[in-house]
C-alpha cells in the first residue's frame, strides 16, 4: 500500500518535472529564437543605412533664377520634383534624393527647398554654381553619394538616373563625374546636366574659392567647373590623372539628352523609341525613351514629358 503510494507520487513527480523542465527548454528557445531575430533585423538596418549612405543618395542642385521661379521651378516641383519625394517617403529615409532650387528665395511654396545663392547677372551665372556646390561641400559632403547640377528647364527621369548611380562596379573611392562628354573632352555640358561622386565634391570643394576669385576660371559654368576640378586635382594629386567627363559605364551614351526647346524634335516627344537627331550632333541615336535627361523642356514639355516618361 505504502510502496503503491510511493510510485504514484513519484510518478506524479516525474511527470511535474517534466512538464517543468519542457516550459522551461520552450520559454528558452524562444528567447534564443527572439535574440537571433533582433540581430538579425539590426543586421538589415545596418546594410540598408549603408547603401543610403554609401550610394543611394542624391542632391540635385536645379539653378534657377527669381524671375523663373513661378513657371519653370513650379514645374520642377510639380513633376519630377515630386517624384523625388516619393521615392523619399517609400524608402522611408530622411535623405533618399533631394531636389533643392539654386536660389536665396524661400521655395517651399514649389514643395522643394532651396540652397541659399543670391542672383548674379547672366554672364556671371557660373558663379551661382560654383557658390552652390561650396556651401553643399560645406554643409552636405556627408550627407548624400551624388551630387547633381541640372538646369530649371531640365527634366529627370530619377528612377533611370538612380539605376546607373547604384551600379554596384562603381568605384566610390574614384572621383567620378558623369554627363554628356563636350568638345574638350573634359566638361560635361550643363544643360542636361551632370553629376559627381562624393570624392568629387571632396577633391573641387576646398579649392572653389580660389577659382571664383581667379580670372582663369571665367566662363560657361559647365566648361570652368570642370577647369576648376582639373586644377583642385592637381594641387592634390601629382600623377595628372584628373576626373573627365563620362557616359555611365552601364549605358548607351544617349542618356544627357539636349534638345533645344523650340526644336521640330519636340514633335517626336510621345514616340520613345524614335531616333533623331539634335543640334551639334549629325548621328541619329537620340530619343525621348532612351534618355535619362531631357532638356531643355520648356512651354508644358516638363509636364508632357513626366506624364509620358514619369515612371519608366
Ligand atoms: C593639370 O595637370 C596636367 C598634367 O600635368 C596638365 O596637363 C594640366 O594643364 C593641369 N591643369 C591645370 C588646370 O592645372
Redesign the pocket.
Known sequence: MVNSLKRVFSAKSFLFICTTLSVLLLFIFTLIQLSTQRVDFKKIIEVEGHQRGESRTLLSLVLTSKEYLDVRARAVGDTWGLKAKAIKDRRNSDSQVEVRFITDEDTSEYGLKNVPVEDTEYSTLYKKTFKAFYYVYQHYLNDFEWFMKVDDDTYVKLHRLMKHLNNPQLDHNEPLLFGRTGRDGVSCWGGPGYVMNRKTLSIVGPYIPYCLSNAAFQGPEDVQFA?CL??A???TYSD?N?PRCQGFPDGHGQEFLHVLSNSPQWERVGYADELFKVEEDHRWIWSFGKSVTIHSALHGNMYKVDTLYGSS
Do not use: A, P
Open positions: 577647369h582639373e586644377y586635382y592637381n594641387q595628372g584628373h
